[in-house]
């Protein structure tokens, strides 16, 4: 059994996004059943829109930073009831069963997990489609309380972009006496500045962007570094315990390792293909420097996040937007031209008002 659902979606490469209607199942034993107030525009949303990563499944409905109201919930249900204020992030289901999953880090799952769109529900075999629409139903697992104090539109963002900038700041232990630099202040990063300077560590910016400098102050960078310019990460060498990249595209990181220091982790959150030009050995062996990765974070460690924002006066800055003017909004986003998050209301997907 299903029911007809109105959203957004991309039909093509290239394509703009459009109007589109689905079937999303009736609440499973274990499923809310939850009506979308509001959903953010994650550049990973872009990226899946325009098969960067080859695997798009058309058409795709994106929208994994998803905040709403509860609806309806299945039997078994025991952590939430009918209007109840809740979040879904990137993942909708993973095995349960793998040791990633049994630590917490579904994520990780060996068994891949289930992304909240561009996906293949593990029970039915159905696509699952985002928060570009009016309704969602997700297993109870993956649902996120959301704190009272939290504003609902900015909290949007911290499903995605906040978990993705907050896990690699807990797995390295970010806190005081560290120096951190974020690297890109969108989305991810101004988030990053935020969360390492509210962990207690010494905070820098590093952007292409020239004008950003007041602005990175304001969300907590005690430092700003413009990475075209020479002798500004000159002088940085060795400076850095951990750096948080979130640039979404293919670039150098050798002169970002440079800046790191003994024992110094650059960490990935971009999914950018095989890394060019290469990384220069020797900046790795002589100062035991590694590059890693992340991906966004498990649902305790989500939750931990929400409440860590409720106890911390922690939101995103967003820009609100109507659901009609997404592809105005994409294509923003690709030129930087965001702070730092769009987000969508999505009571204007009922009000058919007229793209932009
Ligand atoms: P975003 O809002 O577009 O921000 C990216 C920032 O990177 C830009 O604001 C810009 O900052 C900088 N940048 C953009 N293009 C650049 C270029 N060509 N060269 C150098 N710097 C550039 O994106 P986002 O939503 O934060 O996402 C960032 C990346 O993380 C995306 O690739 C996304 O898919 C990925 N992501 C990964 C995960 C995960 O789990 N690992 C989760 C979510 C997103 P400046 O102007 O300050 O330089
Ligand atoms: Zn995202």
């Known amino acids: 059994m299903t029911d007809a659902i109105n959203g957004y979606a991309c039909a093509a490469p290239g394509a703009a996004l459009a109007p589109f209607q689905f079937a999303r199942r009736h609440p499973r034993v274990d499923d809310v059943v939850i009506e979308i107030q509001y959903c953010g525009v994650c550049h990973s949303d872009l990226h899946q829109a325009h098969n960067d990563w080859g695997n798009t499944r058309y058409p795709v409905v994106p929208g994994h930073e998803i905040i709403g109201r509860v609806i309806n919930v299945g039997a078994s249900v025991s952590r939430f009831r009918t209007g109840d204020i809740v979040g879904v ?58 704190p009272d104090r939290l504003d609902l539109k900015a909290a949007a963002p911290l499903l995605c972009a906040g978990i993705t900038s907050y896990s690699p700041l807990r797995h390295w232990n970010v806190g005081r006496g560290q120096r951190v630099a974020v690297v890109g202040l969108g989305g991810l990063g101004h988030m990053g500045l935020k969360f390492a ?20 102050r304001r969300l907590g960078a005690d430092d700003v570094l413009v990475s075209s310019d020479p002798a500004q990460i000159g002088p940085a060498a060795g400076r850095f315990d951990l750096i948080l990249d979130t640039i979404p595209t293919p670039h150098d990181l050798n002169p970002y390792l440079s800046t790191l220091r003994l024992n110094g982790t ?8 095989p890394i060019a030009p290469p990384v220069h050995s020797g900046l790795l062996v002589t100062a035991r420097r590694s590059v890693a990765g992340s991906a966004i974070g498990g649902v305790e460690q989500m939750q931990e996040m929400l409440d860590f924002c409720a106890a911390h006066d922690i939101n995103c800055d967003v820009e ?27 009571g204007s997907l009922k009000a058919r008002v007229p793209a932009e």
Not at 200 to 210: C, D, M, P, Y
Not at 320 to 346: H, T
């Open 320 to 346: 609100m937007i109507r659901m009609q003017d997404i592809n105005r909004a994409y294509e923003r986003l690709l030129k930087s031209d965001v702070r730092y998050r769009f987000v969508i209301d999505m």
């Open 266 to 273: 650059l960490v990935l959150v971009g999914l950018i293909g």
């Open 197 to 216: 300077k509210a962990l207690g560590a010494e905070v820098t910016l590093i952007t292409r962007s020239a004008g950003k400098e007041q602005e990175a």
């Open 89 to 146: 992030g990137c993942l909708v289901d993973s095995c349960g069963d793998c040791p990633p999953c049994c630590e917490g880090e579904e994520q990780y799952c060996l068994n891949r997990p289930t992304p909240t769109y561009n996906g293949v529900d593990r029970h039915d075999g159905s696509t699952t489609y985002g928060g570009y629409s009016e309704r969602i139903v997700v297993a109870e697992k993956f649902v996120l309380r959301i």
